[in-house]
Nanobody
């Protein structure tokens, strides 16, 4: 059974930083693509950042230069370092992991990030 556990969200002032983590169990991390998505109230879920099994990364235009996705295969954990946070980054952030062979998708429970003064 695959489980994803997210941590690191919370309330931060504009310009501040947070680091999200997502630790997976029941899946071989090195043969998966990991991603972070977010969903703000009244909006659709959108891709924030993704890292492939080959360590290629891509980012939403709105977070380029501010957010960094990384992972530690030994710990089965993917991170999202978020710097220079803006109020418009406020959303529930979700971890996603996709097996590159079966294409099965797994989602975390979501974690709230609130950027406000």
């Amino acid at each position: 059974q695959v489980q994803l556990v997210e941590a690191g969200g919370g309330l931060v002032q504009p310009g501040g930083s947070l680091r999200l983590s997502c630790t997976a169990s029941g899946i071989i991390f090195s043969i998966s693509t990991q991603g972070w998505y977010r969903q703000a109230p009244g909006k659709q879920r959108e891709l924030v950042a993704r890292i492939t099994s080959g360590a290629s990364t891509n980012y939403a235009d709105s977070v380029k230069g501010r957010f960094t996705i990384s992972r530690d295969n030994a710990k089965n954990t993917v991170y999202l370092q978020m710097n220079s946070l803006k109020p418009e980054d406020t959303a529930v952030y979700y971890c996603n992991i996709e097996n590159i062979y079966s294409f099965r998708n797994y989602w975390g429970q979501g974690i709230q990030v609130t950027v406000s003064s």
